[in-house]
């Protein structure tokens, strides 16, 4: 009986098509530039395992506001109501009190903008915004039936933020599966990236300079915590991301797995040297970020393969 809930489940939301779209904006810096290039390429990677799933990635030179314009309004054409849309957006972000911007080559693109294109688009929708100051992001981005997500609770959190590292790890991550239908729902991954991140500034013995909240309402501020009494969570619980069968080829795969994990260790490592920085000698700084970086792209192209 549990196996053909589980196939009723997965068939039920295979009917319509699924449709991704991620940005990797600007890092200014190689550390970030590197980070979340790679950061697109796994979620690139994982999604792709999903039977149907039409992914499209924007990343470096190509992440520019025409390209994401582009692929929008091709979208808006594409897609209908039953399908679903999900966009990424993994970077730096900045708000002035006023309007966000995502910090892409080029001109930026606002909230506003974004708000815009989505609107034009039928299916139903996810807005990941895993960048700095996303929280600015949310009352342009919020509406009805649309799930909106952000990194940060305000346009005041202007820290690099980790979320997005965390929120593609729950796609790969069976334990995400809470409710253990064999499919990672939004819901699920974002309660997920949500206590990883906590617990991430905690095992740093760090004051956290950023906290997710989730909103699919369409009105109000996002929260941290989604449940019946708030009333918020109840679409993005419903709205699958990713089947963990279409991606058991990499949960499987000790390699992989081994990558995986050195992965983290270099990515927290770079974390705790940049928090370091003040203390330690400027060559020594730069020999070490440089030997941690090199070692990331060995790692990030073996994952590639």
């Known amino acids: ?13 295979l009917r319509a098509d699924s449709y991704f779209l991620t940005v990797a904006g600007l890092g200014g810096e190689d550390q970030y530039e590197q980070r979340f290039s790679g950061w697109a390429s796994d979620l690139n990677k994982l999604l792709k395992a999903e039977p149907g799933a039409k992914v499209d990635t924007l990343s470096g030179k190509d ?88 990194a940060t609770k305000a346009g005041t959190e202007k820290n690099a933020t980790v979320f997005a590292r965390f929120f593609i790890e729950a796609l790969r991550d069976p334990a995400a599966d809470t409710d253990k239908n064999q499919a990672i729902s939004v819901l699920e991954a974002f309660r997920y990236a949500e206590e990883k991140t906590g617990k991430y500034f905690e095992t740093q013995k760090r004051l956290a300079t950023e906290h997710a909240v989730i909103e699919d309402l369409g009105k109000g501020e996002g929260v941290k915590a989604p449940s019946a009494d708030n009333g918020e969570g109840l679409i993005a619980g419903r709205q699958v991301l990713l089947h963990l069968g279409s991606v058991a080829s990499i949960v499987n795969d000790p390699e992989k797995q081994k990558l995986l994990k050195r992965k983290d260790e270099l990515e927290t490592q770079i974390d705790e040297l940049k928090y370091r920085k003040a203390a330690v000698p400027q060559r020594e700084y730069q020999q070490q970020m440089r030997q941690f970086l090199l070692d990331l792209a060995k790692v990030q192209e073996e994952l590639d393969k």
Do not use: C, W
């Not at 929008?72 to 039953?82: E, G, H, N, V």
């Not at 708000?95 to 892409?104: C, P, Q, W």
């Not at 989505?118 to 039936?145: E, F, H, M, Y």
């Open 1 to 13: 009986m549990k196996t053909l809930i589980l196939l009723a489940v997965a068939a039920a939301s």
């Open 63 to 150: 992440a520019t506001k025409a390209n994401i314009e582009a692929k929008m309004r091709a979208l808006a054409t594409q897609t209908k109501a039953d399908d679903s849309f999900v966009l990424v957006l993994i970077g730096h972000g900045t708000y002035d009190d006023l309007d966000y911007k995502f910090n892409i080559p080029g001109p930026d693109i606002s909230a506003s903008e974004l708000a815009t294109l989505l609107d034009k688009i039928p299916a139903r929708q996810v807005v990941v915004n895993a960048t700095s100051a996303s929280g600015g992001s949310l009352p342009a981005l919020q509406k009805p039936k649309r799930v909106v997500i952000t």
